[in-house]
């Protein structure tokens, strides 16, 4: 059996976020060993550093979509969120369009509060930020313009008040309140009335009590023209579609149809984007896959009509669009794409459809034939629900004999999906598992995102509950796959995938041989008392009330059950996360250590709700690898 360093899995480097602009690619990758900003220039130079080495950038996919930077010709700058080492107190700051030193942007005008930036025209140079003070629930939207500064507020809410669209010249801005995945209402701020008023849904101060409001998943939109809205719904089909109203008239709601769709499978319309003249495109994940559509509205006939595949086939198939950005003025498309078993490239998508790759990243020393690019395993669960998941089995050319020992990975989220995506976290990692020769069970169990908004909404206010049955499911169903010995089996997860493996381990001691828990909640009562207040609203409505769940919240904390783990569990933890703090790991750690179980504990001081760091990511694969390779014996 061949030995792969991990090493070489983790030389391939991130190529993420591209933006051009002329005849430069600007980017985001950890060529340093952590994530910087670049720039090169089309058709390919030697990538040029536009921020010092010590700077580290967030990880883009906790921006959650919102801005991660942005190029500003016209004031010769590049607009930047940062954080310090994961915090999330993201803060905007200039850098020189040819590289410099970052500066604040205003000041100290938002410092120890978290700034998304949600859009911004780089013709205009005007953005709109989201502001949580971190210190109260009230979250405000703020219209600014990057040239003079000036900053415009768009109101105050609990809920959110964040910008979905905004017309051409930023005078009309579409705001949304949030209460829980998929339950959200619409607001419509215009320049020359100062305040938002109701545009769409009904308001939860509206509601009487045990009223029950169907969720619309309104997501993405974009005004056409001064009329009306185009938009991404779950209002006529479960796994959204397109809908269109005037604004004059937004209780005349139109379902839009879609012409020209040539993808199979299980999935969702996931976005909507503009793009040049008129024009967007759609983006779809179908069975954790990207498709990307480009195509015209025809408001008068209410049908949206494709004429481009952008991504879905070819070189741009079978794997996950990271990020999509589009030229105005050249008409060009700049994206970042990866695979199970390649990492992420980048490319330039012209007018006419010619594709050209600007990288050439590879695995190094590691043939593509020996990872795993994993198998489809969809499964019926306990009550006869459908669970999408995918079984990553070593390569038969790596020599391992028949049956493998299995590790559960579990998502976090849980309003997330495990996708095959060599920039997430999870991939590299169940590939170095697969080169040791683990088995690697990876479901999208209920609550997930990717296969509707009735299945990612299975999940509320009952964390713990039939989604922890979705995996004994599992378990019972891998009993019968002659491939596997499920008799040396380990669970490991993430953020609510932590919290799941803490529950599994201590709901189910007789099924785990080892669980590692990565910033995973552990007591749900003190998990949701660190947390962010303008967090707590959410949590309150999507998990439980401290005061008024009080005994389902107990039952459902691992906390409850941890007492009866039956074996060695790794905690690992981001020193800065303020998500799932610190000291709700070192609770677990202490608390089961006074108890006499056997339990180890990792803190990386420099990061925050992930690995992102290159030392950090070798230590943490190294010693999760090694953990299960001691107890469950491949």
Same mark, same amino acid.
């Given at each position: 059996?061949?030995?792969?360093?991990?090493?070489?899995?983790?030389?391939?480097?991130?190529?993420?976020?591209?933006?051009?602009?002329?005849?430069?690619?600007?980017?985001?990758?950890?060529?340093?060993?952590?994530?910087?900003?670049?720039?090169?220039?089309?058709?390919?130079?030697?990538?040029?550093?536009?921020?010092?080495?010590?700077?580290?950038?967030?990880?883009?996919?906790?921006? @959650?979509?919102?801005?991660?930077?942005?190029?500003?010709?016209?004031?010769?700058?590049? %607009?930047?969120?940062?954080?310090?080492?994961?915090?999330?107190?993201?803060?905007?700051?200039?850098?020189? !369009?040819?590289?410099?030193? &970052?500066?604040?942007?205003?000041?100290?005008?938002?410092?120890?509060?978290?700034?998304?930036?949600?859009?911004?025209?780089?013709?205009?140079?005007?953005?709109?930020?989201?502001?949580?003070?971190?210190?109260?629930?009230?979250?405000?939207?703020?219209?600014?313009?990057?040239?003079?500064?000036?900053? *415009?507020?768009?109101?105050?809410?609990?809920?959110?008040?964040?910008?979905?669209?905004?017309?051409?010249?930023?005078?009309?801005?579409?705001?949304?309140?949030?209460?829980?995945?998929?339950?959200?209402?619409?607001?419509?701020?215009?320049?020359?009335?100062?305040?938002?008023?109701?545009?769409?849904?009904?308001?939860?101060?509206?509601? *009487?009590?045990?009223?029950?409001?169907? &969720?619309?998943?309104?997501?993405? +939109?974009?005004?056409?023209?001064?009329?009306?809205?185009?938009?991404?719904?779950?209002?006529?089909?479960? /796994?959204?579609?397109?809908? $269109?109203?005037?604004?004059?008239?937004?209780? /005349?709601?139109?379902?839009?149809?879609?012409?020209?769709?040539?993808?199979?499978?299980?999935?969702?319309?996931?976005?909507?984007?503009?793009?040049?003249?008129?024009?967007?495109?759609?983006?779809?994940?179908?069975?954790?896959?990207?498709?990307?559509?480009?195509?015209?509205?025809?408001?008068?006939?209410?049908?949206?009509?494709?004429?481009?595949?952008?991504?879905?086939?070819?070189?741009?198939?079978?794997?996950?669009?990271?990020?999509?950005?589009?030229?105005?003025?050249?008409?060009?498309?700049?994206?970042?794409?990866? /695979?199970?078993?390649?990492?992420?490239?980048?490319?330039? %998508?012209?007018?006419?459809?010619?594709? +050209?790759?600007?990288?050439?990243?590879?695995?190094?020393?590691?043939?593509?034939?020996?990872?795993?690019?994993?198998?489809? $395993?969809?499964?019926?669960?306990?009550?006869?629900?459908?669970?999408?998941?995918?079984?990553?089995?070593?390569?038969?050319?790596?020599?391992?004999?028949?049956?493998?020992?299995? !590790?559960?990975?579990?998502?976090?989220?849980?309003?997330? /999906?495990?996708?095959?995506?060599?920039?997430?976290?999870?991939?590299?990692?169940?590939?170095?598992?697969?080169?040791?020769?683990?088995?690697?069970?990876?479901?999208?169990?209920?609550?997930?995102?990717?296969?509707?908004?009735?299945?990612?909404?299975?999940?509320?206010?009952?964390?713990?509950?039939? @989604?922890?049955?979705?995996?004994?499911?599992?378990?019972?169903?891998?009993?019968?796959?002659?491939?596997?010995?499920?008799?040396?089996?380990?669970?490991?997860?993430?953020?609510?995938?932590?919290?799941?493996?803490? *529950?599994?381990?201590?709901?189910?001691?007789?099924?785990?041989?080892?669980?590692?828990?990565?910033?995973?909640?552990?007591?749900?009562? *003190?998990?949701?008392?660190?947390?962010?207040? +303008?967090?707590?609203?959410?949590?309150?409505?999507?998990?439980?009330?401290?005061?008024?769940?009080?005994?389902?919240?107990?039952?459902?904390?691992?906390?409850?059950?941890?007492?009866?783990?039956?074996? &060695?569990?790794?905690?690992?933890?981001?020193?800065? @996360?303020?998500?799932?703090?610190?000291?709700?790991?070192?609770?677990?750690?202490?608390?089961?250590? +006074?108890?006499?179980?056997?339990?180890?504990?990792?803190?990386?001081?420099?990061?925050?709700?992930?690995?992102?760091?290159?030392?950090?990511?070798?230590?943490?694969?190294?010693?999760?690898?090694?953990?299960?390779?001691?107890?469950?014996?491949?």
């Amino acid at each position: 059996m061949a030995a792969y360093p991990l090493q070489s899995l983790l030389s391939a480097r991130q190529f993420v976020s591209p933006q051009r602009v002329g005849d430069r690619l600007y980017f985001i990758s950890d060529m340093s060993g952590r994530l910087s900003l670049y720039s090169m220039r089309v058709g390919g130079s030697v990538p040029e550093p536009l921020i010092p080495p010590d700077v580290a950038l967030p990880n883009p996919h906790h921006l @959650d979509g919102a801005v991660a930077y942005r190029v500003l010709p016209s004031l010769g700058k590049i %607009l930047l969120m940062l954080d310090r080492d994961g915090d999330e107190n993201y803060q905007p700051v200039f850098a020189p !369009i040819d590289g410099g030193l &970052p500066v604040p942007v205003f000041g100290d005008r938002f410092a120890g509060q978290q700034v998304f930036c949600t859009f911004c025209d780089a013709e205009r140079n005007l953005a709109i930020f989201n502001v949580d003070p971190r210190t109260s629930p009230q979250m405000e939207g703020i219209l600014a313009n990057l040239a003079t500064l000036e900053l *415009t507020s768009l109101g105050t809410s609990l809920y959110g008040n964040f910008a979905v669209a905004h017309s051409d010249d930023f005078s009309t801005i579409l705001l949304a309140d949030q209460y829980t995945f998929g339950d959200v209402v619409w607001y419509l701020w215009r320049k020359d009335e100062g305040e938002r008023r109701l545009l769409f849904g009904l308001p939860l101060d509206q509601r *009487t009590e045990g009223q029950v409001v169907q &969720p619309n998943g309104l997501g993405n +939109a974009e005004f056409i023209g001064d009329e009306g809205v185009l938009f991404v719904n779950a209002l006529f089909n479960d /796994q959204y579609g397109l809908a $269109y109203f005037r604004l004059d008239a937004p209780d /005349q709601l139109h379902e839009v149809a879609i012409q020209g769709t040539i993808h199979r499978g299980v999935g969702e319309l996931v976005g909507l984007k503009a793009s040049t003249s008129g024009r967007h495109v759609l983006l779809y994940n179908i069975d954790g896959v990207s498709w990307v559509y480009g195509g015209s509205f025809d408001r008068y006939n209410l049908i949206f009509r494709i004429d481009r595949i952008l991504v879905g086939q070819g070189a741009l198939s079978d794997g996950v669009l990271e990020s999509l950005a589009i030229d105005q003025t050249t008409g060009t498309a700049a994206l970042s794409f990866s /695979q199970a078993t390649s990492p992420s490239q980048l490319y330039v %998508l012209d007018a006419e459809d010619n594709l +050209a790759r600007q990288t050439n990243e590879r695995i190094l020393g590691i043939p593509q034939h020996v990872l795993a690019r994993g198998e489809d $395993y969809p499964y019926t669960s306990h009550d006869g629900l459908r669970i999408s998941s995918r079984l990553y089995l070593p390569a038969a050319e790596l020599g391992y004999s028949a049956p493998r020992p299995v !590790i559960f990975y579990i998502h976090g989220g849980p309003q997330s /999906q495990e996708r095959p995506d060599f920039t997430w976290f999870s991939m590299p990692l169940i590939q170095f598992f697969t080169l040791n020769g683990f088995a690697v069970w990876v479901p999208n169990v209920r609550g997930s995102s990717g296969y509707g908004l009735s299945y990612m909404k299975r999940v509320d206010h009952d964390w713990g509950g039939l @989604d922890r049955l979705d995996h004994i499911a599992a378990f019972e169903l891998l009993r019968k796959d002659e491939r596997l010995d499920m008799e040396r089996v380990g669970v490991m997860g993430r953020s609510y995938g932590g919290f799941m493996t803490l *529950t599994l381990a201590g709901r189910h001691p007789e099924l785990w041989k080892a669980a590692c828990d990565m910033f995973g909640p552990y007591n749900l009562f *003190t998990f949701m008392e660190r947390i962010p207040e +303008a967090w707590k609203t959410y949590f309150y409505m999507a998990v439980g009330h401290p005061e008024k769940d009080r005994e389902f919240l107990t039952e459902r904390s691992p906390s409850t059950h941890l007492h009866q783990l039956a074996c &060695p569990l790794l905690v690992i933890q981001g020193a800065n @996360d303020p998500r799932v703090v610190e000291r709700e790991s070192r609770d677990v750690v202490e608390q089961l250590r +006074a108890q006499g179980k056997e339990v180890e504990y990792i803190v990386y001081h420099d990061e925050g709700h992930d690995i992102i760091k290159y030392p950090n990511k070798v230590d943490c694969y190294t010693r999760i690898t090694e953990f299960f390779k001691l107890h469950l014996r491949p």
